[in-house]
Each structure stands twice: as C-alpha cells, then as structure tokens.
C-alpha cells in the first residue's frame, strides 16, 4: 500500500516552487522599482511647474523653495506606498503606524511646529523683508534673512541675532523701512521767558536750510505742553527713510546752534532744596561755626577743628 504523504511528498518539487516564487518576487520588485523612478521623475517635474508658477507670482523665495519641497515630499509619501503595496507590503497598518509616528514626533516638536507655522506666516504675509531696519521681539536691526524656523537680524552695533519665528508673530512688529518716507519729530523745550513765535520761526528755518527736508507734507512746529521749566515745542519734518538717521541728527544740531545764535534760552530743570534745622540744635551748630572759621582764620588749631566737627555731628 502506498503512502499518499510520501507520494504527495515524492511529487513536490522545491526547486520548481523557489523558483516560481522568485521569479514572480522579481516581477513585482521590478515594478516597484520602476512606479518608484516614474514616480520621482513626476514629483521632480510637478515641484519644478509649481515652482514656476510661483515665479509668475511672484511669490518670495523662501516661500517658493518650502511649497516645493512640501509638494515633492508629499508626492513620494503616495509613490512609496504605491511601490510598497505592488510587492505585497500591507499599507494599511505601515499608515496607522506612520500616523501614530507622526502624532507622537508633532507632539514632542510642538515648538518647532509653531516656529514653522509663523515662518510661513512671516512669508505669507511678508510684514519685512530682507534689508528691512526692523524691530521685532525687543530686538533692533536689519533683517538678514528670514527662515522657516527662524529670523537673522543684524544689530546696529553689527551683532547677529537669531530670533524664533513664534517670538516675532506674538509681539508688535515695527518696521521702520516700510514706507519711503517717515516724519522726524525734534522736541525742545524754552524758557517761559522766550516768546513761542520766535522760536517757531527759527525752527521753520532750520528745517528749511536743510535739503534733505521735503516740502510736502510741509514742515510744522506745534507747541505740546507746559513743564515745570519750559515751554515744549516739537518740530516735525519729513524725510526720505534712507536718510532719515542722518538728517534728524543735523536737524537736531542745528536747532541747538541757531537757538544758541538767537539768544533762545533752552533751559534744564533746576530745583531749589531748603534745609531746616531744629531750634535745640541751632547753637550748637552756631558755636561749632564760629570755632571752625575761627581755626581757619589762625586763631585756634587742628583740636578746635576736631571739637567742631564732633559738636556738629552731635
């Protein structure tokens, strides 16, 4: 009688199996392989048509190279899984894992996470660009470069500062380079003394000797307030912003000289201090006078000057 195992046994080939499998692995691998060139080739060629199609926009670089890198990433995440399902690979749990990857890594980078949403924030709605004199975060400077996850900005004193971008979009942003023209606000203050349309005419010169002022919006001297020693005035010019700096540091210098030629007294605050003594005190302090100036004036020694200045400290 025959064993129908070692019969079934005797007619398996494993050689023929192996080799039937591998040939339909190689198949498979080699449509992979090649969904996963074409693949590459298409995000390569879709990135770049965004890309130019952001150039007729005229979109900002930054902006442009991070969509393009966004929209190629995003396309390889589906030719992999494409690539990976055509060998067998099940895609359903490699997602569900990919997915909570993805839910623990954003968690930990939440911070790097904000910094990149007010990156594009920063891009998107450009409040500064490169070369712009800015002050963001508290910090003063000229922008350098903007980034995703950071901002460079290059102080005055030639300092490099690197600020996160969530520290920027959460504080007030200036930008003193936005427009072409700013207004130069000079305060000076004058003796109560002075007549105000005096001094008016004076600082309407001194902006008009200077040829860096424009003459639209005209130039105005308002009086803003009376202080304890002088009568405030301030002069407002308006300059172009490239050379805002310089001309409000001559504006300023020149004020100070034209009031000291026509005799304007800008004066600086004074405060009278009265001292007041005790009755029980006064003649000890008297006598502890009388004996010091009597020692200067040769007609004690250096023990009466001791004594005084023990009587006076008692």
């Known amino acids: 009688m025959t064993n129908p195992i070692a019969k079934s046994a005797a007619g398996f080939d494993p050689r023929a199996w192996l080799t039937a499998g591998l040939a339909d692995k190689a198949i498979d691998f080699v449509a992979a392989l090649l969904i996963v060139l074409v693949g590459w080739w298409l995000a390569r060629w879709i990135s770049r048509l965004l890309d130019k199609s952001l150039v007729k926009m005229e979109a900002d670089e ?24 055509k060998v067998g690979v099940p895609t359903t749990s490699l997602l569900a894992m990919v997915g909570a990857a993805g839910l623990a890594i954003g968690l930990a980078l939440k911070d790097s996470l904000s910094n990149i949403a007010s990156g594009l924030m920063l891009i ?29 900005l290059r102080t005055y004193q030639n300092e490099l500062v690197v600020l996160p971008n969530s520290e920027i979009t959460t504080k007030p942003i200036i930008n003193f380079t936005y427009k072409p023209l700013r207004r130069a606000d000079i305060t000076v203050g004058i003796g109560y003394g002075e007549r105000v349309d005096r001094a008016r005419e004076v600082l ?21 307030g009376l202080g304890e020693s002088s009568v405030d005035l301030v002069l407002r010019a308006w300059i172009k912003t ?73």
């Open 62 to 85: 930054i902006l442009r190279s991070f969509l393009r890198n966004i929209a190629f990433a995003a396309l390889m995440v589906v030719v992999l899984i494409a690539a990976l399902q």
């Open 242 to 314: 490239e050379v805002f700096v310089q001309t409000r540091s001559e504006l300023t210098e020149a004020v100070h000289r034209e009031f000291t030629d026509a005799g304007i007294n800008i004066p600086y605050p004074q405060r009278d201090v009265h001292v007041y003594q005790h009755a029980g005190k006064d003649a000890d302090m008297n006598r502890s006078d009388g004996d010091v100036n009597a020692d200067i004036n040769g007609d004690g020694d250096g023990d009466d000057i001791a004594k005084a200045a023990t009587a006076a400290s008692n």
């Open 204 to 224: 309407l010169a001194v902006a008009k000797a200077n040829p860096e002022v424009l003459r639209k919006p005209a130039t105005e001297v308002l009086v803003t």
């Open 124 to 152: 998107v709605q450009r409040p500064f660009k490169a070369g712009d004199a800015v002050q963001v975060g508290g910090v003063e400077g000229v922008v350098e470069q903007v980034r995703i996850f950071t901002t460079r």
